[in-house]
């Protein structure tokens, strides 16, 4: 049987002899050693997602690798890729070294400088226990996930209010309502905003935890909070202060035990990087950063995508960078943030309506926010495309609440409508009936001074302001006053309805007008 062996050393010397000796042993096929802990992940997590057949028989640790000391990389091996044997090198295998080894899962412990027979025991025993293990999970050598245990996410923002923690919450949110246990952590261990989105008093938190170093079931029970939405909360302390007491080995505890309790386990990891967050971004199996279209946000984001890069965090293709408050009209695209940043843009963009936002934000009932929201809908199609939802739990709920709510609004728009044509009907009428008020004041006017200029030259009054009105009005009064040289006319009109012959309008308007009494000074 041929086994395979991947190694992991810092030390190109190390990493020469160890390849030498590797290629001698029968039937052994050695891979190039690789320099860092992510390598080494990276290379075994290809391996898994092809194939359970893909996967070395045996992995070799040196304990001066990096940045993940050895020990927690044998662990993180141990239970991400349980068929696989490792084998820790070390230049002093004393009892201590070789016990903690043991502990953290390692199938043997090898001393240098290399010894060929002693090289050989512990690689034959490590791929002997990796075929009985494979044997033992996979009789029918099915396909290996590439996490054993719940998927983790890492929710990281390029700067403050880019929307980190309503992005993680609503992950959150959409995870659980796909019917996966979810846990939330706040890792933003100075500034966690996630109990005041969700308007929850606590007492416990990570930093409770951070002196424990073996986490237990009923350990996590006591320091997390069950919210009624559904996720369990790992909170950040309300003292800033100890966020301090959480490192990096206290949280790569606290993670493992977590992915070893849920099915989903989503980290906000907020916009500062500390050695606790950044070890969730290491061991994530996908990191999220999330920033918006504007020059500022997207050079943070370069920034930070940069600075994982140079502490062998996380290369910038493993990263998944969300938009946030995108609309069409911007000039900064999401294929430009791309180009910029050098990671993979998520397809889902979440649109600008911060209105949409503004009501649950003030009330802390963030988990209230309407199916109908686009920002809710955004979010929720961001889950399906990270894997924490299925496509057919994405978008459902809002499309289904918009169906009821239009199939309701149509019919309360039937009976509003209805009730209203009447309302509607005798408003315009009055209306109109008003008009034609104030235009009989103008016409009585009008023919009171036709009357007066017909009187003042001795002609009939009457017919002169008769004949200045249309077939809807008729004067029904006409009064001529001859006095001291003034000839003086009052017109009665009665004000016309809409609707002749089914009322009478009681309202006569009277016009006056004098003149000269032309006619009597002669």
């Known amino acids: 049987m041929t086994v395979r062996i991947l190694s992991g050393t810092p030390d190109p010397d190390t990493a020469r002899a160890l390849t030498g000796l590797l290629g001698q042993l029968p039937a052994a096929e050695p891979a190039p050693a690789l320099p860092d802990s992510t390598s080494l992940l990276e290379a075994l997590a290809r ?64 001393g240098l400088p290399l010894s060929y027979d002693e090289l050989g025991a512990r690689i034959e025993a490590a791929a002997a226990w990796a075929t009985g293990v494979r044997r033992h999970l996979s009789p029918q050598r099915a396909a290996l996930p590439a996490v054993v245990g719940g998927r983790l996410l890492a929710v990281s923002g390029a700067k403050g209010g880019v929307g980190t923690t309503v992005t993680a919450v609503q992950l959150a949110l959409a995870a659980h309502a796909a019917g996966r246990t979810t846990a939330l952590v706040d890792m933003d261990l100075q500034g966690g905003d996630i109990a005041s989105y969700l308007d929850v008093q606590f007492r416990r938190s990570l930093a409770d935890l951070a002196d424990i170093t073996d986490v237990t079931t009923r350990i996590l029970q006591d320091a997390m909070y069950v919210h009624e939405a559904g996720p ?56 999220v950063l999330v920033t918006t279209p504007d020059v500022v946000a997207v050079r943070a984001a370069k920034r930070m995508v940069r600075m994982w890069d140079r502490l062998q965090i996380r290369k910038p293709q493993d990263v998944t960078v969300a938009v946030n408050r995108y609309t ?42 309407d199916n109908r929201s686009t920002i809710k809908q955004g979010l929720w199609s961001l889950a399906a495309e990270l894997g924490l939802a299925a496509p057919a739990h994405a978008r459902p709920p809002a499309k289904r609440a918009r169906r009821a709510d239009r199939g309701g609004d149509r019919g309360q728009v039937t009976l ?33 001074d036709e009357g007066a200029r017909a009187a003042a030259v001795g002609n009939d009054a009457t017919a002169a302001a008769q004949s200045d009105l249309s077939g809807a009005w008729n004067a029904s009064n006409v009064n001529v006053t001859h006095a001291e040289g003034q000839v003086t006319v009052t017109v009665d009109l009665q004000v016309p309805v809409l609707f002749p012959g089914f009322i009478n309008f009681p309202l006569t308007v009277t016009g006056h007008a004098s003149a000269v009494d032309e006619d009597g000074l002669e």
């Open 47 to 110: 391996a898994a997602e092809a194939g359970i057949d893909e996967l070395p028989e045996a992995v070799v640790v040196h304990d001066l690798i990096s940045p993940m000391p050895a020990l927690e990389l044998i662990r993180e091996i141990a239970l991400r890729f349980p068929a696989v044997g490792v084998v820790l090198l070390t230049a002093e295998p004393s009892p201590a070294v070789m016990s903690g080894a043991m502990d953290s899962g390692a199938r043997g412990v090898i």
């Open 232 to 287: 369990a909360l790992l909170l950040a302390p309300g003292d800033g202060e100890r966020g301090e007491e959480v490192t990096d080995r206290s949280a790569r505890h606290v993670l493992h035990a977590l992915r070893q309790r849920y099915e989903v386990v989503i980290v906000d990891c907020g916009t500062q990087m500390t050695s606790a967050n950044a070890v969730a971004v290491e061991t994530a199996d996908a990191a």
């Open 328 to 369: 069409r009209a911007t000039e900064i695209q999401p294929s430009l943030i791309a180009r910029i940043t050098g990671t993979r843009i998520a397809a889902s963009v979440v649109p600008a309506a911060y209105k949409e936002l503004q009501t649950v934000v003030d009330a802390g009932r963030l988990q209230d926010l």
């Open 416 to 448: 509003e409508t209805l009730g209203m044509t009447p309302v509607i009907l005798v408003t315009l009428i009055l209306v109109w009936q008003a008009v034609l008020a104030g235009y009989t004041f103008t016409l009585a006017g009008n023919a009171a």
